[in-house]
Structures are given as C-alpha cells and as structure tokens.
C-alpha cells in the first residue's frame, strides 16, 4: 500500500478514483461544502432528502458530480464533530475500507481527518484501514478481492500518526499471518526461520536461534519437557533490535509458542482442537511488535525472544506426575501436561535475566479462564510493579487494544503447591489465570515484570487477530 500526506487543499481536484469527505451529524465540513459550492447544492439537496444526515459510519456515493474532478465522491457520516477522537476515526477507517472495496477503486484521496490535527487519531485511522485489508490466501485457489493501491490522507498533517499506523499495521499482518498459518506450516523450525529473514532485511536486528542441545547445556528441563514428546525440534528464538547505542536497558519481550497444543499426554478433547494452532499467538505478537519497531526505526533497545515447541502426546512425552528440572533450579511437579505455557516460558523468564532488562512483558495463550473471565475483548494483566500494569493499561486505551489488570497474591500461589517438588503446574479450577501468572512470578523476581494473557484477545474465535500488536507498540512509543 502507498500512503502519504496530500497537500492538496481541495478537493475539487484530483487524479485519485475516489474522493471521501465527512459529513458531520448536522453540519458540513469544510471539504463538504467546497464541493456542495461546486455542484451547486449536490450534497445539500441530498441532505434535504432526510435519509442520510451525517450519522456515524452511514455513507452515501455520488457520481459524476458537476465541478468535481473525481467520478466518486464517498460522503462517510462522521456523527458529533466534537466526540471525533481516535475511537471513532478507527471505526471509521473500518466503514471507509468496506465501501472502497466494493466500489473495486484503486486509489482514494480521504479528507476524514480534516482540520482534527490528532496525531493519535491519524495513527487509528491508518492502521484499522489497513488492518481492514487483510486476508491470508496461502491456502485458497482465490484471487484477492481487494483493490485499493493507494491512500492519500488530506486536510491533515499528521505525518507521525500515519507513520506509526503503517508501523502498527505491518506488525499486525505479520502476526495475523503467522498464528493463521496452520501447525503443520507454522512449526518452531518456521517461527527460528521467520526471525532470520526478518534479521537478514534490518541492520539493527540479530538473531540467535538456541537448538534443543544449546537448552540442555543452560539447564531447561521444563521448556524441554514440553517438547519431548513431538518430532518437531524446540527453538529458543532471540531477535535483538539495538536502536540506540548509548547502552540503555533494553525492554525484553517474551512470547509463548505453542505452534499446536494437543495438551500431551493430558489430551485436550477433540471438539476445536484445530484453535490450538493459535497457541503461538503470544510469539507471533513479539514477531510483529519487532516488525513494527524496526519498520519504524524506533530509537530504543528491544529484545523480542520467542520460546517455541509443539505440545504433543507420544511414548516419549511428558507424563502426568514427572518432575524437571528448571534453568532456575526450582524443580516442577508436571500434574497436567496441559498446562505447558508456563513450562516453556519460566525457562525463557530466567534465561532473559542475562539482558539486564529494564523491564519484561511475557505474552501467552495461557489460560481458558481468561476467555471466562474477560471474554475475546480485553486481555489480562498480571505484573509485580503497579507502574508497569497502569502504563500497559493506559497504552491499549490509547490504541484501542484494551487490557485489564487481575490482582496475585500469595493465597494464590499457595495453590500450586506440590508434595514431592518445589512447584505443581497447575493450581486448580479457580482463579486459573491467576494461578498461571503466580507460577510465572516465581522465576520474574530479579526484575520488573508484567505477563500478559492473551488467551482470548490473539484470536477472535474464528482467526487471529493480530493483538496485542498494538498495545505492545504504543506502550514502546510510550517509553521514547
Ligand atoms: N493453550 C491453552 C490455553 C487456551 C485455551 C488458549 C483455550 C486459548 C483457548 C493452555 O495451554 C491450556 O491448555 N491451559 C489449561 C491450563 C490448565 C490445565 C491448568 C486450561 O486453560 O485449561
Ligand atoms: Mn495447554
Ligand atoms: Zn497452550
């Protein structure tokens, strides 16, 4: 998609196939009223009509209108001007994809964001159009149906915002893409080969790829363990993104990647089993914040690791009741094989603490209670720092990919009590996400931590989502 900043400042003019203009509930805007002016009336006579009054996300088209160069002209009902903020321009951006598809146009000049100078808003804007546009057709003998090419912003100087909406919106494809991929594509193997390409494209990234051998020498028995029923290798993927040389901290991300989660040997039942493919949903959210911070360029140290393997039942695996070993030298007590999330990610938690972190958010598919308790539409935090989970808070209002802080506290860790080992993975059926986030506090200690849940929020029931992309995003551009 090319997008830029149009210095046009009418719209009467233009090569584009498409012009969009807000109408708002009750008023005309000023792009509006130049071209009622030069069609004499075309929008108000319309307006006249009753049927379409500027009522957010209702749209109108009219062709061929006299003194305006365009053949389409996109009227977008903006509602009140005075509640236009980024919400509703992400919303809009939504209205504004659905109709340009159908109308099959290649290129649009969109004068939504007329005099609102919101660089936040500019920054929804973009990123849900783009957002809009995505479909994976790897696997289908189908031609894409989309066609927009080009989008010209008018009326706006919101440079920024657009960039940062690129940003995100790059971000978001990649990690859509990849949870979309089915197991059988998208295994450890390809996750450590996605990490290389995107290396190999940007100065500023590296990438380490740990073999199951290199996890044996440092002592991860309980990522291990997780693997060791499945042909597939584990990978422990490191992607660091130095964009400032001045020695700073770095943010370290960490994301689970389950690339199919059968359960082991404590099978999961069959019924949607095929959504356990989503379960590298975490790891694919790191991957694309890493796209979207090296797209942008951002000035600041992240390191972005992935800890990969696929869950599966086998003579070899894991049982119920086998104990391992940790990096941390905490032993666990596999009471459910089920619960792997955590296995995989206490061993990558220690590992991190080599980066000398500034701060870490894990990101997992972790719990079926989170779905319970917070449904597809907000993702569960869990931190040690009240700092941290107010920021992680406020950045996914801020962008509209909202997440809402649970409480831990020792009654819970209690919970995970073992007889025979230092920890049990499960902690029963109450307060599951809870317990998991309390199982990870145990290896955060020596730094400050949030985890993120995203066991409802990675995918929306039917295909990924692409989140908390953005949230991760904002809350870096937060830290500049
Ligand atoms: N990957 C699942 C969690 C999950 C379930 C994500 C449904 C998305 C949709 C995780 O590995 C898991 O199986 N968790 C168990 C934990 C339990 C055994 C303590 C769960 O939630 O049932
Ligand atoms: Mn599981
Ligand atoms: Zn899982």
């Not at 994809?97 to 004068?111: D, H, M, P, Q, R």
């Not at 915002?161 to 971000?171: D, K, L, N, V």
């Not at 007590?333 to 061993?347: F, I, K, P, Q, S």
Request: net charge negative; hydrophobic share 40%.
């Amino acid at each position: 998609m090319n997008i830029s900043l149009s210095n046009n400042t009418s719209p009467l003019v233009t090569d584009l196939d498409c012009v969009v203009v807000p109408v708002y509930a009750g008023n005309l805007s000023g792009s509006a009223k130049q071209i009622d002016e030069a069609s004499k009336g075309a929008i108000s006579q319309l307006l006249a009509l009753g049927h379409f009054y500027g009522r957010k996300s209702s749209t109108e088209i009219l062709y061929h209108l006299q003194g305006v160069s365009t053949s389409r002209l996109l009227l977008v009902g903006c509602g009140n001007p005075y509640i236009f903020d980024s919400k509703v321009a992400g919303e809009l951006a939504k209205t504004v994809a659905v109709e340009l598809k159908k109308l099959k146009v290649a290129s649009a000049e969109i004068w939504l964001l007329e005099s609102l100078n919101d660089e936040q808003a500019a920054q929804q804007f973009i990123s849900s159009l783009l957002d809009s546009q995505y479909e994976l057709l790897d696997y289908k003998n189908k031609e894409s149906t989309q066609s927009l090419e080009t989008i010209a912003l008018a009326g706006t100087n919101s440079e920024q915002g657009m960039r940062y909406g690129e940003g995100i919106a790059s971000g978001v494809t990649l990690a859509k893409n990849l949870a979309n991929h089915p197991g059988n594509i998208c295994t450890p193997t390809y996750l450590a080969k996605t990490a290389k390409t995107l290396a190999k494209q940007h100065d500023k990234l590296s990438v380490e790829v740990l073999e199951e051998v290199d996890m044996e020498a440092l002592g991860m028995g309980s990522l291990l363990s997780v693997s060791q029923g499945s042909v597939e290798p584990a990978k422990l993927i490191i992607m660091n993104y130095q964009g400032v040389d001045d020695g700073s901290q770095p943010i370290v991300l960490v994301g689970k990647g389950i690339t199919f989660d059968s359960g082991g040997i404590s099978l999961k039942p069959g019924g949607k089993m095929d959504e356990m493919k989503f379960d590298m949903g975490g790891a694919a959210s790191v991957f694309g914040t890493m796209q979207a911070i090296v797209d942008m360029q951002l000035p600041i140290n992240v390191v972005g690791v992935v800890a990969s393997a696929e869950n599966m039942p086998s003579s070899r695996a894991t049982k119920p009741g086998d104990i391992v070993t940790s990096m941390s030298g905490k032993t666990i007590e596999v009471l459910n094989t089920d619960a792997e999330g955590r296995l995989v990610l206490c061993d990558a938690l220690t590992y991190i603490e080599r980066f000398n972190p500034k701060l870490v958010i894990d990101i997992a598919t972790l719990t079926g209670a989170c779905i319970v308790a917070l449904g597809h539409h907000i993702c569960a935090i869990i931190s040690n720092n009240d700092n941290l989970a107010d920021s992680i808070m406020s950045a996914g209002e801020q962008c509209q990919d909202k997440a809402w802080r649970l409480p831990m506290n020792s009654d819970f860790t209690k919970q995970l009590r073992s007889e025979f080992a230092d920890l049990g993975n499960i902690g029963g059926p109450e307060g599951g996400t809870i317990t998991a986030g309390c199982f990870l506090a145990e290896f955060t200690q020596k730094y400050t931590w949030a985890h993120l849940d995203v066991a409802g929020t990675a995918w929306s029931g039917k295909a990924a989502t692409g989140r908390p992309v953005p949230l991760l995003t904002q809350f870096i551009i937060n830290q500049l």
